[in-house]
């Protein structure tokens, strides 16, 4: 009986050698011939090729390899080097981009970026103080805030909404008092994440916006709930999310058109446009800071950091002018151009002994709140800026040529003629007379032409010497000179070189007619006399206070002697006897209890329009008390329409009212001491000294 092979699984032999063809075999037919092994079994190759086949009914496509054959692998190390080269370009690929990006174009992709993710605002610099001399402020700064956008948030991406910019412009419109549309155009644009809705808006707007802001969002927030639930509703957007503020102070004038002039006012974009605004711009404005920050749909990232320059304040100013002062002349000014239906009028008054602007005030005034409403003629500084013939209050400096040179005297006689035929023309006074016989002192009271005609006269051997020698002191005095207040548009004045004085000039500019100047230039005039001769610069700043807290006081305004001491007396008391003799013609300025110098003024003035003569510049000015000066005040009067254009008429009641108001307000008493009074008629006082 025949010993049946093992199993190998139960032999334990691995499987590999189970099936192996038997030692000695020749062939693989010996082997396995018929399919079965020893003992009558069935091999384990003819079993596995009944497997196969069934495998091959089922559907296989893949050919089974011959009967007895040995499956070899194909070799792996060429697809492995394809595979490592194409990994090796595409690192490769990476790589150069990465250099590009990180190193060749790393500032270009930097700056890209910080476009899109950093965002800088401005911040402006608290703008300076002007207060008056006590310290009241005439302009100050008060919290207000630039309302903006971001269009970004307002497209249909971030909305939902395809009209989101219509919705928020018809609910900021009222608010902001814009129009709807110019809104609409802004929170439309592309290309930008930054619009300026509205500039400098009060703290109760941005309130009133940021209610707005919370009604739409909690509409929009109750929409998506409804949405969430099923609920079908109209579609509602939360449109005002890109709206935002900026600080930026706005500049305001409490007392609304009081010293507009001198003030002047803020532009649009936050510069002086006039006045001491624009003068001293660079000190009141400060300096401006910056902040940059990274943004993400229009909110700061805290977490980002930021980079932050701050502003630096500017200074505040003090001016001279007395406020109160200032208010009485604005009103008296105002109420006389309405009542002689004039053109436009101003009032200077002075501090004599120290230069310094006390009140500059103009008419027609504006509100430096609102320029939008003012007239565009209105909002220089007249007072600095117009310049116009001044008539007879110019002859004081003619007297005092006259005078300092010694070639008269107060009492000297001095005959006057009806007419006086000079150059090609002849000359007359404001009214037709006989023959006076008048004192020097008579031919200022009665503010003759021909008088002064012929006092001038005395000047030179020559009338070319004259004119030289009038110029020289007209020069002193100011005319033709800047102010100092260094004001912009100020005029200088017109003030020929004698050589070119042409033949009538050489006579009408004794009077006051053919040289030009302002009525801070005619206030100086009368100040250096009521200065004892000497005159002082006129100022308008008297110091200014830095954002250290540190006060630095203005300089010292420069000073030149013009005519003696002794000269200035006389002519104090010539100027008195024009207010105090009933023969003189400023006796509507007469103050009880006060002596009082003053002088009127009646010009043919020019029209600005034609470049003719047409109507009349009429004038007053004066110092008191007229034996101690401390206050000038010095009023003009453009083209009055409407009752007398005499200068006594016109604005001696104008001096007598400011002046008055500031010899109060100052607190300056009468000085007690009785007048001196000079001969007006030199006739009288032929017959006094018979008399005697």
Known sequence: MSERPRDPRRTGRPASRAGRPARGADSPKSAGSKGRGPGGRSAPGKSAGKAAGRTKAVGAKAPLPPQGGRLRLARARPRLRLIAFGLTVVMLAFTVRLLQVQAVDASAFADKAAVNRYITVPLAAERGTISSRDGAALATTVDAYDVTADPYLFTSKQTGVSDAPERAAALLAPVLHEDEQELTRKLSRKKTRYVLLARQQTPRTWQEIRKLKRKVAAEASEAAASKNAGKAGKATADVLAGVYREKHPKRVYPNRELASAVLGFVNSEGKGGAGVEAMLDKKLAGRNGKITYAQS???????????????????????????????????????????????????????????????????????????????????????????????????????AAVLEEGRATPLTKVTVPNRLKRADRAFADDVDHETWKLTL????????????????????????????????????????????????????????????????????????????????????????????????????????????????????????????????????????????????????????????????????????????????????????????????????VQNPKKGSYFGSDVCGPVYKQVMKFALKSLQIPPTGAKADPLPVSAEKDSKKKKGR
């Open 297 to 399: 749909g229009g909110r700061q990232v805290p977490t980002a950091g930021k980079r932050e320059r701050p502003a630096r304040a500017g200074a505040d100013v003090q001016l001279t002018l007395d406020r109160d002062i200032q208010w009485a002349a604005q009103q008296a000014i105002g109420e006389q151009i309405e009542e002689s239906d004039a053109d436009s009028g101003y009032v200077v008054v002075q501090d004599t002994r120290t230069g310094e602007l006390l009140a500059m005030a103009s008419a027609p005034g504006f509100d430096p709140n609102d320029i939008s409403r003012a007239d565009p003629a209105a909002l220089g500084n007249a007072a600095a800026q117009d310049v116009y013939e001044p008539g007879s209050t110019s002859k004081l400096m003619s007297m």
């Open 441 to 636: 002192n008579g031919v200022l009271a009665k503010s003759s032409n021909i008088g002064t005609i012929l006092a001038t006269e005395q000047l030179g051997k020559t009338q070319k010497e004259a004119n030289k020698v009038l110029h020289r002191y007209l020069s002193d005095f100011g005319i033709g000179r800047p102010t100092g207040l260094g004001l912009p548009g100020a005029t200088s004045g017109i003030l020929e070189r004698p050589e070119k004085w042409s033949a009538s000039q050489q006579y009408t500019i004794p009077f006051g007619q053919g040289l030009s100047l302002n009525a801070v230039q005619a206030a100086s005039i009368y100040s250096t006399i009521a200065n004892g001769g000497v005159r002082k610069v006129p100022s308008l700043v008297r110091g200014t206070t830095g954002p250290d807290g540190v006060y630095t006081p203005a300089r010292k305004p420069d000073s030149r002697r013009v005519v003696s001491e002794k000269t200035a007396g006389t002519l104090a008391r010539m100027l008195e006897s024009v207010v105090s003799d009933m023969e003189g013609t400023g006796t509507t300025a007469k103050i009880p209890g006060y002596r009082v110098a003053g002088k009127t003024g009646t010009a043919n003035r020019v029209d600005p329009k034609t470049g003719r003569y047409k109507g009349y510049t009429s004038s007053f000015a004066g110092f008191a008390p007229a034996d101690k000066p401390r206050v000038t005040v010095y009023c003009a």
